[in-house]
């Protein structure tokens, strides 16, 4: 079965720190991966998606950018982080792009202080 | 700019009862709808959907309503369960573009 693994769960970070979230799954091949944030009393929020190695795409401009080294490995940094940088991030994977449930990880609560 | 929309960020029932969470979306090009659960310091976890050709679909004891011309569905719960309360997202899609709502708390007292 696939498993979706993501770390670590909690994170607090200065602001101007750099960040680095993982996220591996397992029991599949080339699977869509994604980004979402969660900020306080919002939806989720798509910040990058990726079908493949190298190939990334930002969803929304900002301080964050995304890299998939490997098939099943998805990583979200940024060199400096910012206040506004909080908030629950979820990375995902699904079979496909188009109308696919999505699998979610259990999430990093990343808080900027 | 919010494309789908829960307006009511928390509910409260009786177990036994029936649950009944609504979501609103802007786009008519959505064309598959979902609804996600969540626990909390948990991922959300899929837990059923709609395709645009149909107007109801139903799972053991959810349901799922989709009203096109009001751009409307909603998630029932019959009968609501404690172990039901959770944070329940709703979903839109058109092709890879799936929008969320913000969420609604359900809680369901024993």
């Known amino acids: 079965s696939q498993t979706i693994h993501q770390w670590p769960a909690t994170l607090v970070q200065p602001v101007g720190s750099p960040l680095s979230l993982e996220c591996t799954v397992e029991g599949t091949s080339n699977p869509n991966l994604y980004w979402y944030r969660q900020a306080a009393g919002r939806g989720l929020q798509l910040l990058f998606y990726?079908?493949?190695?190298?190939?990334i795409s930002s969803e929304v401009p900002q301080n964050l950018s995304a890299s998939r080294p490997q098939d099943r490995q998805f990583i979200l940094s940024s060199k400096k982080l910012l206040l506004s940088d909080s908030g629950f991030y979820l990375c995902?994977?699904?079979?496909?792009?188009?109308?696919?449930?999505?699998?979610f990880g259990s999430g990093t609560q990343l808080s900027v202080l | 700019d919010q494309q789908v929309k829960q307006n009511s960020p928390s509910l409260s029932v009786q177990e036994g009862r029936i649950s009944i969470l609504n979501c609103d979306y802007t786009?008519?090009?959505?064309?598959?709808f979902l609804w996600y659960k969540k626990y909390p310091a948990e991922g959300p976890t899929f837990l059923i959907s709609?395709?645009?050709?149909?107007d109801k679909n139903e799972d053991g004891r959810f349901t799922v309503f989709l009203n096109k011309s009001a751009k409307h569905l909603s998630l029932h719960i019959v009968p609501s369960q404690p172990g039901d309360s959770a944070v329940y997202f709703c979903?839109?899609?058109?092709?890879?573009?799936?929008?969320f709502g913000a969420g609604t708390r359900l809680t369901v007292k024993p």
């Open positions: 995902a994977w699904s079979v496909s792009l188009t109308n696919e449930k999505l699998f």
């Open positions: 990726s079908v493949g190695i190298g190939q």
């Open positions: 979903a839109a899609s058109a092709w890879s573009d799936m929008r």
């Open positions: 709609i395709s645009s050709i149909k």
């Open positions: 786009n008519s090009m959505f064309d598959y």
